[in-house]
């Protein structure tokens, strides 16, 4: 069972930038997929990026295509969320998450990290 823990949200102005961390314990080898998710207030929660561990494709929602970069340091058992030019639209808890199983999500990175291991979540909140 894997254990994971964020830091480094906080509020920015919009255009501004933060990094999320995300602290991993255990063996990552069984998960398909490692990533990040995020939930506004009345929302259902998304998944924001993803890491496909076995060929190490990174996927992004559309929202944040080209403003967030997923990263990961196999040596410091670290997961990061580089987020610049954030907008109101990005205000959210953010969750660091990690897939259960190593096969049979057929691509469907979203829901092998909802459906998997999470975090206790960081608050982002951007103000316009």
């Known amino acids: 069972q894997l254990q994971l823990m964020e830091s480094g949200g906080g509020s920015v102005q919009a255009g501004g930038s933060l990094r999320l961390s995300c602290a991993v314990s255990?063996?990552?080898?069984?998960?398909?997929?490692m990533g990040w998710l995020r939930q506004a207030p009345g929302k259902e929660r998304e998944g924001v990026a993803a890491l496909f561990i076995g060929g190490g494709r990174t996927h992004y929602a559309d929202s944040v295509k080209g403003r967030f970069t997923l990263s990961r340091d196999n040596a410091k058992n670290m997961m990061y969320l580089q987020m610049n030019n954030l907008q109101a639209e990005d205000t959210a808890m953010y969750y660091c998450?990690?897939?259960?199983?190593?096969?049979?999500?057929?691509?469907?990175?979203?829901?092998?990290?909802?459906?998997?291991?999470w975090g206790q979540g960081t608050q982002v909140t951007v103000s316009s």
């Open positions: 255990g063996d990552t080898s069984y998960s398909a997929y």
């Open positions: 998450a990690a897939a259960s199983g190593r096969t049979g999500y057929g691509g469907n990175w979203q829901g092998a990290l909802e459906s998997g291991y």
